[in-house]
């Protein structure tokens, strides 16, 4: 299999596009504290969606045939604060399937039942540096997994979670990723059954990890329920409030339920730091500074720790399977709203 030249997961951010709109060079703001009022949030938010709505680089992923559907010119944004104030503008009611970033929150689910030891041991948390779907990963590190949000390591997840049967792996997880959005989330048939007649490969990959002794389950089970979760359908606003769960310690800001524990919460934001947006996960990371997830379906979700979460919706994607406008927005709000975690200021001894 032949893979693409490397190149920038964001377009180059000193284009004069970018200057005439007075991108900030440097973040607005250090991450501590809060986020601005909710004024300013709604502002800004409305000021990226300006900004990149037109913006038609990427394709959407046609390998689904469902997904391929998708109408390219779609594009939401939402954002929740751990006190639970919202803010949303675009397409950010519209419901698409979650897809990988599925895997971010069945992690988070599974660690907490199961435990940071066993599953880092089960599954690893190394960025792989090949596509989310690779076998040679998988081959080249002894059946090793990698970590849980490349498909191999997220289909080890799917099996560990709790149950005797696929049906109750299913019901926990469809039950779980419900409480980090604070309402019941559906399955999306259609989707669904487009991606269980042509997940051949991932089927592929579920019999590698069964021949290495790295899945104790029946591969092909563990598949389906790991097409369903990818299939549950959100909103741009569910995913600000499950991304703001996670920035929360784990606790749903809405319905106020401990979801996850708050030690469980700081484990599946390292991974997601690391591995993210797969193997632009640095660069994702060098430009926006936060943790984040992304899923073929156009959606992702960011997490600034102790401020908020922002969901992004917009089926085009670059060559890794990243929403470009999402990844866009993403790196504007980030520094407009002071949420980049690397970001400081000097201390200053007269203002002690």
Not at 42 to 66: F, Q, T
Not at 167 to 187: M, V
Request: hydrophobic content about 40%; glycine content about 10%; overall charge negative.
């Amino acid at each position: 299999m032949a893979y693409p030249e490397r190149q920038a997961a964001l377009p180059d951010f000193s284009t004069p596009d970018d200057q005439a709109h007075g991108v900030p060079a440097e973040p607005a703001a250090v991450s501590t504290g809060s986020l601005p009022s909710p004024e300013r949030v709604k502002a800004l938010l409305e000021e990226a969606h300006d900004r990149y709505r037109d913006l038609d680089d990427g394709a959407v992923a046609d390998y689904i045939p469902s997904l391929g559907r998708a109408d390219p010119g779609l594009f939401g944004l939402s954002i929740c604060g751990v006190r639970g104030q919202s803010a949303s503008t675009g397409d950010a009611a519209l419901r698409f399937s979650i897809q990988s970033i599925s895997k971010v929150f069945v992690f988070a689910l599974v660690c907490h039942a199961l435990g940071h030891a066993e599953v880092s041991r089960r599954v690893g948390v190394n960025n792989t540096g090949l596509p989310f779907n690779s076998v040679m990963a998988i081959e080249l590190s002894d059946g090793d997994p990698r970590n849980p949000l490349v498909n191999a390591g997220a289909i080890t997840t799917t099996g560990l979670a709790p149950g005797a049967t696929a049906a109750e792996k299913w019901t926990f997880i469809q039950d779980g990723l419900s409480r980090f959005a604070g309402h019941p989330l559906e399955l999306d048939d259609e989707v669904y059954a487009s991606e269980a007649a042509t997940n051949q490969r991932n089927m592929a990959i579920a019999r590698l990890l069964q021949s290495y002794g790295r899945i104790d389950v029946d591969p092909i089970e563990t598949t389906d329920v790991y097409t369903k979760q990818c299939s549950l359908l959100v909103s741009t606003e569910d995913l600000a409030v499950m991304a703001a769960t996670l920035a929360n310690g784990g606790t749903n800001p809405v319905t106020r339920e401990q979801v996850i524990d708050a030690a469980v919460c700081r484990d599946t934001l390292a991974v997601m730091a690391t591995s993210g947006l797969y193997e632009f996960s640095g660069d994702w990371l060098f430009e926006v500074g936060v943790p984040g997830k992304s899923g073929v379906s156009g959606g992702i979700i960011t997490v600034a720790p102790g401020k908020g979460g922002l969901g992004t919706f917009s089926p085009r994607l670059d060559p890794a399977g990243n929403s470009v406008r999402g990844q866009r927005a993403a790196r504007f709000l980030s520094h407009a709203l002071g949420l980049d975690v690397f970001a400081s200021k000097p201390f200053d001894p007269a203002g002690a």
